[in-house]
């Protein structure tokens, strides 16, 4: 028990330490050099005010406003081809709803480095830094909307298997709104582009290192109940005729709630998961992400959870937190969104969360945690270097 008090408040700590980190590299504007520039463009919010002290031309950072518009009507920007984003979304909605986690990861992914978001916003990180942190603005909440809407689904296929523990989704959930409310104000407009893409490959690294550790022997060490529910699960999934016994809560008073999944039983401290909530959500929308990857860890790791139940769970929590998350990017930050694509983008999700759900069963647990180590290794790795040193170690 007290080992298990160890490991909660050294995480929580180590994820405050962290955000402190982030929330310290937040600042800075540089000067805009001396130059004609562009006026207005027409374009909405404070992105549109920004623009018109760009300085015009066909170079990097510069507009030339007689230029094909492209990503939120700027002229010169990326033409995202929305097949692609179609097809992408779908990964986005599969790989969210199998593992519970990785959703906003790739959606990032996607919008930086598929569509080419990511090099165009660093364009302007001398001639135009106050455009190129509004465009890291909008990055970060489109990979919220896909993610948001892929929980939701998510969510709902999920309970209606009897894979969702929604009591720990609830208090996780309830503690993300503050946080969700206070980042987007706290640093909207404020966060360059190579800040974000390097912390955020930074994080998503460490967690990849953690759950790496989690697969070998020794992390599997005093995970019994997990495995033992894991196990019961699989088995009577390919039993023909039988059904795996779903979440049932037991006992729902608090702190602590108890519940069963396949007849194993399970609980969790209600406090500790509101905090939880509290510091993940913050990170989660600092990095402009739904927070599954570190949902995923907290539940499994801390909690003691198996994957099949982790993702359902986990898209519920994600859910809450995005949609207050969404509400104050725009609200209080600013945010453009690029509603033609993230119109495409979420029948995408759509499809690929309706898919994940039906599929997760027939994976083995230990693969579940795989997948997500071998990308957020990847991710982590490249992501990091390119932020911080200006080069990917990693093909991107």
Same mark, same amino acid.
């Given at each position: ?19 402190a980190c982030l929330l310290a590299g937040a600042g800075g504007v ?15 919010g404070k992105l549109g005010q920004a623009i018109q002290e760009v ?25 995202? !081809? ?16 199998? +593992? ?31 455009? !190129? ?31 969702? +523990?929604?009591?720990?989704? *609830? ?18 407009? =404020?966060?360059?582009? !190579? ?18 550790? &989690?697969?070998?022997?020794r992390g599997q060490a005093g995970k019994k109940s997990a495995k ?9 999934? =390919? ?11 037991? =006992? ?12 194993? &039983? ?8 509101? *905090? ?68 495409? &983008? ?30 957020? +290794? ?19």
């Amino acid at each position: 028990m007290k080992k298990g008090r160890l490991l909660q408040t050294g995480t929580v700590l180590f994820l405050l330490t962290f955000l402190a980190c982030l929330l310290a590299g937040a600042g800075g504007v540089g000067a805009n050099p001396a130059a004609a520039t562009v006026g207005d463009l027409d374009l909405p919010g404070k992105l549109g005010q920004a623009i018109q002290e760009v300085p015009v031309g066909t170079g990097q950072g510069q507009i030339d406003p007689g230029a094909a518009k492209g990503f939120l009507g700027i002229p010169g920007a990326p033409q995202v !081809n929305l097949i692609l984003a179609f097809l992408w979304a779908i990964w986005v909605g599969w790989i969210f709803s199998t +593992v519970g986690a990785f959703g906003g990861i790739m959606a990032g992914v996607g919008h930086m480095t598929v569509f080419g978001l990511g090099p165009y916003a660093k364009t302007f990180k001398d001639t135009a830094p106050t455009v !190129n942190k509004l465009l890291t603005d909008s990055i970060r909440v489109s990979n919220q909307f896909l993610v948001g809407l892929s929980a939701f689904v998510s969510s709902i296929n999920f309970y209606r298997m009897g894979r969702l +523990v929604w009591p720990l989704g *609830l208090a996780l959930g309830l503690g993300s709104i503050l946080s969700a409310i206070a980042i987007p104000w706290l640093t909207g407009g =404020k966060v360059s582009f !190579n800040q974000y893409q390097g912390w955020f490959g930074l994080f998503v690294l460490l967690v990849g290192c953690f759950l790496f550790y &989690e697969t070998t022997p020794r992390g599997q060490a005093g995970k019994k109940s997990a495995k033992a529910a894991a196990q019961a699960f699989e088995a009577g999934v =390919k039993e023909k005729g039988t059904q795996a016994s779903g979440v049932r809560v037991t =006992k729902g008073g608090l702190p602590v709630v108890h519940f069963t999944f396949a007849g194993v &039983e399970f609980k969790f401290n209600a406090v500790w998961a509101f *905090l939880g909530g509290i510091v993940i959500a913050a990170l989660s929308s600092f990095l402009g992400v739904g927070g599954g990857f570190l949902y995923v860890p907290f539940m499994t790791s801390i909690v003691g959870l198996p994957m099949f139940i982790v993702a359902g769970t986990s898209a519920l929590t994600v859910f809450i937190s995005m949609v207050t998350s969404i509400t104050s990017y725009i609200s209080l930050a600013g945010a453009g969104i690029y509603w033609s694509l993230i119109g495409v &983008e979420l029948v995408g999700v759509f499809v690929g969360s309706m898919i994940g759900p039906r599929t997760q069963k027939y994976i083995p647990d230990i693969w579940l945690k795989r997948l997500f180590v071998l990308l957020a +290794v990847y991710v982590g790795i490249g992501y990091f270097s390119k932020g911080f040193f200006g080069q990917a170690w990693v093909p991107m």
